[in-house]
T-cell receptor
Framework: ETGVTQTPRHLVMGMTNKKSLKCEQH?????MYWYKQSAKKPLELMFV???????ENNSVPSRFSPECPNSSHLFLHLHTLQPEDSALYLC?????????????FGPGTRLTVL | EDQVTQSPEALRLQEGESSSLNCSYT??????LFWYRQDPGKGPEFLFT???AGEEKEKERLKATLTKKESFLHITAPKPEDSATYLC???????????FGKGTRLHILP
């Protein structure tokens, strides 16, 4: 595997379900990100992790819970979601968030909340 | 407040018809401006980073330029495979966030 991978690619869940999104980067980067992409809206940054520590949390509802066990893996745990949370969830990585480093994106997980 | 505005929202061109996409930005101190390409159902793919006014970068049929207020992505003699959404993003000094615009959907007709 190369670059940034995400699983699953598609997910349908009910509002009472608990699920997790997984991201893995094979680039040796130190920073990882979660973004939400909804139709007709710009990419919205949700979380930033640098060297496994959360450095940014853009006022994301607590029903989204990130986890970064090491610099290569990032999870987004989901529970009690709302239909408006349906979107494409993108993971990205970069060498360092403090510099103007290119972010490399995964293919995304298309989430549908019923 | 830092902002990024892209125009037009959508653009249809004939194959070979050159044009430009615009990205206007308002940021306290620009650290870098990024252009990405995004195909349907996929994550954004990095194209260019520009750091200072006057800088230009080229890749195949694409050329990105930067002024103190805006960036242009010029596309010369486009082909149908250039059809995608083009995203512009900026990062300010002292900030780990990158702010994205809504993108321009480009459709090249054969």
């Amino acid at each position: 595997e190369t670059g940034v991978t995400q699983t699953p690619r598609h997910l349908v869940m009910g509002m009472t379900n608990k699920k997790s999104l997984k991201c893995e980067q094979h680039l040796g980067h130190n920073a990882m990100y979660w973004y939400k992409q909804s139709a007709k809206k710009p990419l919205e940054l949700m979380f930033v992790y640098s060297l496994e520590e959360r450095v940014e949390n853009n006022s994301v509802p607590s029903r989204f819970s990130p986890e970064c066990p090491n610099s290569s893996h990032l999870f987004l745990h989901l529970h009690t979601l709302q239909p408006e949370d349906s979107a494409l969830y993108l993971c990205a990585s970069s060498q360092d968030p403090g510099l103007t480093d290119t972010q490399y994106f995964g293919p995304g997980t298309r989430l549908t909340v019923l | 407040e830092d902002q990024v505005t892209q125009s037009p929202e959508a653009l249809r061109l004939q194959e070979g018809e050159s044009s430009s996409l615009n990205c206007s930005y308002t940021v306290s101190g620009l650290r870098g401006l990024f252009w990405y390409r995004q195909d349907p159902g996929k994550g954004p793919e990095f194209l260019f980073t520009l750091y200072s006014a006057g800088e230009e970068k080229e890749k195949e049929r694409l050329k990105a330029t930067l002024t103190k207020k805006e960036s242009f992505l010029h596309i010369t003699a486009p082909k149908p495979e250039d059809s995608a959404t083009y995203l512009c993003a900026v990062q300010a000094f002292g900030d780990d966030k990158i702010i994205f615009g809504k993108g321009t959907r480009l459709h090249i007709l054969p």
